[in-house]
């Protein structure tokens, strides 16, 4: 039976922290679509399909069609920024999307100003900027986030709203006292304790209104145990961290598959360079270390070593970002895979991806926008780990294992969405059409 789905009347607002490259890539593909001169590639939710019933049924609508999505009609954006361009100069100076596209769409982005950002140089040493608030402690700070959001809602009477962290990667952080609880954390918030960076202010002044909320860089942010716990009581979806774009994209394509052969990995050497903001703060040494915490953790858990021993034990994972400005926005990312085959012969994989980054980053933050909403919508708050599909570091109750397989992610993801509608769900088995 079909769960009871609000639907999606209204206008959606989108709360964007950090409008630099991917949010303005964002703002401007939405808009493109919805003028009609570009299509939505690489978003599942805009051109994905969901097979239902048997094979040979042949019903495979479109997700959109399947469940009650926000259109992209609805979607108004707002956000903060520590820079004061409007959303079309912060395009410009990204330098991921041509000028003749932008300027199809350019009184669109000329609408989205930057609110002034919560901002602290201690967890983003590489950057600086002068629209930034100022108040007496961080609970004052979230607060001012709070009337941000309050004042978005109404001037453009807002049905309901989803705010996503697409800010710079903090420094390096793990979980405190300050965050074992909603009364620890507020108290936290009050004495300005250094172990709430920005990214947390924003997910609390959120979760406190019941807005959902997505972290798309690798920060330690909703994942601690005060603010996943608000978002439970607060009725707000979550889901994070860390978008899963270029290389550790490849990584959980490659990687289940040569677990799925049996293939032994002795190591795996990643290098990427990037020229862009995201790449400028990663030059810092405590920006780099979430990150590469971020990527690192996806082999680990997808090949298993602890069940194969004889195939993964002991390999050796070395992953580096090196920030090198004329590559811009253009990422590429260089892997170097040490297999091992029948008998212990050695061989070797060699991948070599260039892509761009905004480009990647930009479909996926839609898609997550789109869930969230739905999620809430649904009833459902807390962690959403059906959402892992989209994430280097998916969201997950306590005491479990991340799921990082991407074809497994994608069966999760695909199986909610018949579970929501009440389509029965598919376990490929197969044997119905041979018995």
Not at 84 to 96: I, K, P
Not at 191 to 198: E, G, K, T
Not at 235 to 251: E, H, R, S
Request: with cysteine; charged share 25%; hydrophobic share 40%.
């Amino acid at each position: 039976m079909a769960l009871d789905i609000k639907p999606a009347d209204g206008n959606l607002g989108v709360l964007l922290v950090g409008l630099g490259a991917v949010s303005t890539t964002l703002i401007a593909g939405v808009q493109a679509i919805r003028q009609g001169f570009a299509k939505p590639i690489g978003s599942l939710t805009q051109m994905g399909t969901v097979r239902l019933g048997k094979r040979t049924e042949q019903r495979s609508p479109l997700i959109k069609e399947f469940v009650p999505l926000a259109s992209l009609d609805d979607l108004i954006f707002g956000g903060w920024d520590i820079y004061e361009d409007d959303c079309y100069l912060s395009a410009v100076q990204a330098g991921v999307l041509e000028k003749d596209l932008l300027e199809q769409v350019r009184p669109a982005l000329e609408r989205v100003r930057p609110w002034p950002a919560v901002f602290d140089k201690r967890y983003v040493k590489r950057l600086d900027g002068p629209n930034v608030k100022k108040g007496k402690s961080k609970r004052e700070l979230a607060d001012q986030v709070s009337d941000d959001i309050r004042r978005f809602r109404d001037e453009h009477r807002l049905s309901r709203l989803v705010m996503m962290w697409c800010g710079s990667t903090e420094a390096f952080m793990t979980e405190s006292a300050a965050h074992e609880s909603l009364a620890s954390f507020e108290r936290a918030l009050e004495r300005n304790d250094p172990a709430i960076p920005s990214s947390m202010v924003y997910a609390y002044a959120a979760l406190r209104e019941g807005i959902p909320f997505g972290n798309a860089a690798p920060n330690l942010t909703t994942d601690v145990p005060s603010l996943t716990t608000l978002a439970s009581e607060s009725g707000a979806p979550i889901a994070g961290k860390d978008l899963k774009t270029g290389q550790t994209l490849m990584k959980t394509i490659i990687a289940p598959g040569l677990k799925a052969r049996l293939l032994g990995v002795q190591g795996w050497y990643s290098t990427n360079i990037l020229g862009n903001r995201d790449g400028e703060v990663l030059d810092d040494p405590e920006s780099f270390k979430t990150k590469e915490e971020s990527k690192k953790s996806v082999l680990d858990y997808i090949l298993q070593p602890h069940l194969y021993p004889d195939l993964y034990t002991d390999l050796c994972h070395v992953v580096r970002i090196n920030y090198y400005p004329p590559r811009g926005d253009n990422k590429e990312g260089w892997d170097n895979i040490d297999l091992v085959g029948w008998l212990g012969y050695p061989m070797q994989l060699k991948i070599n991806f260039l892509c761009r980054d905004s480009i990647l980053a930009a479909p996926i933050v839609l898609d997550v926008v789109l869930f969230l909403d739905l999620a809430k919508r649904v009833g459902w708050s807390g962690i959403q780990e059906w959402l892992s599909f989209y994430f280097k570091s998916p969201l997950h109750a306590p005491g479990l294992y991340p799921e990082h397989d991407l074809f497994i992610q994608l069966m999760k993801l695909k199986n909610t969405l018949r579970y929501l509608q009440g389509e029965e769900l598919i376990t490929h088995l197969g044997r119905e059409y041979y018995d």
